[in-house]
């Protein structure tokens, strides 16, 4: 695992997510309540999970609305055993970083 600049500081909005591509994968990371990153793709049909409506540390894939905790990367309805890899966010000084 290494450690990549992904962002500059405060470039996700409070309460919002953004997409990045890091290593040719699309990363998610939240800004709420700290930051939080997932694979930024859907496993239902390939949806962009970046700018889902978040609840609390719910998002809502904005296609088909399957739900999965930013936190742990669990789809949280339909399929229970389906797990989105997440991974380390760290908010330094020089922008956001996550171990990938
Ligand atoms: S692509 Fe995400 S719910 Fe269908």
Not at 56 to 73: A, M, S
Request: glycine share 8%.
């Amino acid at each position: 695992m290494v450690w990549k600049k992904v962002a500059k500081k405060d470039s996700i909005a409070s309460g919002k997510g953004r997409e990045f591509t890091v290593d040719d994968k699309k990363i998610a990371i939240f800004n709420q309540n700290g930051y939080h990153a997932i694979d930024g793709i859907c496993v239902h049909q390939d949806g962009h999970i970046a700018p889902g409506k978040l609840d609390g540390d719910i998002v809502e894939c904005p296609l088909h609305l399957w739900h999965y905790n930013i936190k742990t990367g669990e789809l949280i309805d339909y399929l229970k055993d389906v797990k989105m890899q997440t991974y380390k966010v760290e908010a330094r000084q020089d922008g956001i970083y996550i171990d990938i």
